[in-house]
């Protein structure tokens, strides 16, 4: 039989491929008004992309509420679309990446609400929040050394000044039940249950 170079490239190529399956990385961005998600290959093309818009409460100005289970969800839910057909095997991680927003849950690990309404399911303070104006003015305030890691003077949409309000008003007894808080980044790297992660946290 005569030698057919063409024929043992493609042979080739073939047993190749089958060796090399394509590795994909799956990136969960969660914004402040939805969740989007991207399937992407090892060479950065992104193959696959969903987004799932997500729910916000203004019982009153300035305050800017979001339901942890609602993001979960969507997380969830964008995530299952981008990797439909694709090989469990084949994905080689998940990132996360989101808002400042304040997660506050119970002892169960459970929604605890952060409204006069006492809603458990609106258990979010959104980053864009500014309820807390009078308790980052007493922060700020102290003048403590701490301060200097952040600029000189805290910011209201950050998360310290939330839960001095939070402990102020003792919304529906929360912060005698409250038990963790979470940066939202931080809270849904929790959720996934997987033991072996980083977080990278850019203020």
């Not at 916000?56 to 609602?70: F, G, L, N, T, V």
Request: glycine share 6%; aromatic share 8%.
């Amino acid at each position: 039989m005569p030698w057919n170079h063409d024929c043992m490239e493609k042979a080739l190529l073939r047993m190749h491929s089958k060796k090399t399956a394509v590795r994909y990385y799956v990136g969960i961005d969660v914004g402040s008004a939805s969740v989007r998600a991207a399937l992407v290959d090892g060479c950065g093309t992104v193959v696959a992309h969903a987004e799932q818009p997500i729910q916000i409460w203004e019982p009153q100005p300035d305050h800017y509420e979001q339901s942890s289970a609602d993001i979960w969800a969507a997380c969830c839910s964008v995530t299952k679309k981008v990797v439909c057909g694709v090989d469990a095997t084949q994905i080689r991680g998940v990132g996360f990446d989101a808002t400042c927003s304040l997660v506050v849950l119970d002892k169960q690990f459970q929604p605890l609400a952060v409204n006069c309404e006492g809603q458990n399911h609106r258990n979010v303070i959104m980053w864009m929040d500014h309820r807390a104006v009078s308790q980052v003015e007493l922060i700020n305030a102290t003048q403590h050394r701490v301060l200097n890691y952040v600029g000189g003077a805290m910011s209201v949409e950050m998360q310290p000044p939330k839960l001095l309000w939070i402990k102020e008003l003792r919304i529906s007894e929360g912060f005698a039940k409250l038990k963790l808080e979470f940066p939202l980044c931080f809270y849904l790297i929790v959720t996934t249950g997987v033991e072996n992660m980083t977080a990278l946290y850019l203020p």
